[in-house]
């Protein structure tokens, strides 16, 4: 059973902030979000991850709902190089927990 | 820091051929992980190891495939007697000794192509 949802697709307008949303209702207490993205023959690329704060790195910002049901990844100026498909992922942030659930993600692709 | 080491990036096999996959890890990472993509699917999980050791094999065919990461030197895929339905990509991803963040890091991956 997936342990996330996402939306198929989205478009995003190149210079825009991009929203990604994902639900992760039968989240358990001890696993955390990450976010990994995978550009067209290329590796997943990691973004971030966070248990239950905001975070925020170089690369883009995570909210998580207070019941960390849901969150969000936001881009904050989509470029073109930002056309990729967004997995998120749920897992306990310790070394036992490897097998990470890439689902079919969100196809986001920036426009010009 | 370097990512995570693979080659070759892309490798042709006919049918019946070998082929070895090598990565290697991130510097100060004892775990890797090897992947694989078939055409138009997600990622799957195949294999975890740590220097000398298999930990976890459960997602790999039971026939053909072996890997181990030796203590000296990086992490080898093995695919004997190649099919046309190995074909894919295969990506090797690392992370750092239990304890602390344990993000894992992939590799740009090693395209596979039976012919």
Not at chain 1, 31 to 43: F, K, L, M, N, T
Not at chain 2, 25 to 38: A, D, E, N, T
Not at chain 2, 62 to 73: T, W
Request: net charge positive; charged share 20%; proline share 5%.
């Amino acid at each position: 059973d997936a342990k996330t949802t996402q939306p198929t697709s989205m478009d995003c307008a190149e210079g825009r902030a991009a929203n990604l949303p994902c639900n992760h209702s039968t989240i358990s207490g001890n696993e955390y979000v990450y976010w990994y993205r995978q550009i067209h023959s290329q590796g997943p690329q990691y973004i971030i991850h966070g248990l239950k704060n905001n975070e925020t790195n170089e690369m883009a910002s995570l909210i998580i709902t207070e019941d960390r049901k849901s969150s969000t990844l936001i881009l904050p100026h989509a470029t073109l190089r930002d056309t990729a498909v967004y997995y998120c992922i749920v897992r306990v942030a310790g070394v036992n927990d490897y097998k990470l659930s890439f689902g079919a993600g969100t196809t986001v692709t920036v426009r010009a | 820091n370097a990512g995570v080491m693979q080659n070759p990036r892309h490798l042709v096999r006919r049918r019946g051929q070998e082929a070895r996959l090598r990565c290697s890890p991130m510097k100060g990472h004892s775990h890797v992980y090897w992947y694989r993509q078939l055409p138009e699917e997600g990622l799957k999980f195949m294999v975890y190891l740590q220097k000398e050791n298999i930990i976890d094999e459960s997602g790999m065919p039971k026939e053909r495939f072996s890997a181990e990461f030796p203590k000296e030197g990086p992490s080898i895929l093995r695919i004997q007697q190649v099919v046309r339905g190995d074909s894919a990509a295969y990506f090797c991803a690392s992370s750092p000794p239990a304890g602390g963040d344990n993000t894992i890091y992939f590799g740009e991956g090693s395209w596979l192509t039976v012919v």
